[in-house]
């Protein structure tokens, strides 16, 4: 056994979601990508819930599925978009590192700032700017609510 294989059953190697075919994918993490059993890809539950939030105020503002969301490959390019803007207002919105981004979208990090440069461009138009400036207060409101919930049950304890 070599070291690599030693190190990966050992939970210290990782597989990149992105780059898997869609059936070893599912094979690998059948719940999603966050659910995967190494350690350095599971995200706390506060974040991944995060992270679930933005996903689903994205596909119900671009009318798409979280399938096409998630989904490994670019897609049409109104689903690339939308996934630039859930990568975007992630990483702004919610303060998640280009990493953790990138693995909530089954991407790398590169990717995700790619996606962050393309959207802060597109915010030129009023239009872009304004609908992404409502998404952002739905994401910022309901992050609200969730540390006052979490403020009150520590607080209770």
């Known amino acids: ?7 990966r059953r050992n939970g210290l190697l990782s597989v990149r979601v992105g780059y898997a075919t869609p059936e070893k994918r599912e094979s690998l993490y059948p719940h999603g990508p966050w659910s995967c059993g190494f350690t350095c890809h599971i995200l706390p539950l506060t974040r991944l819930a995060t992270c679930r ?3 689903l105020i994205v596909v119900r503002a671009f009318c798409i599925s979280v399938s096409d969301l998630l989904a490994a490959r670019r897609c049409r390019a109104h689903v690339a978009c939308a996934r630039q803007v859930a990568m975007y207002l992630t990483h702004i919105t919610c303060q998640f590192s280009m990493t953790e981004v990138g693995r909530c979208y089954g991407r790398d990090r590169t990717t995700a ?12 138009d009023p239009l872009f700017d304004m609908s992404l400036y409502a998404l952002e207060s739905v994401i910022q409101i309901w992050m609200k609510r969730q540390s ?3 403020n009150f049950l520590n607080n209770f304890n």
């Open 113 to 124: 700032a790619h996606a962050c440069r393309c959207v802060e461009d597109r915010r030129d």
């Open 53 to 55: 939030f933005v996903q």
């Open 148 to 150: 006052i919930i979490h």
């Open 1 to 7: 056994m070599n070291r690599s294989t030693r190190r």
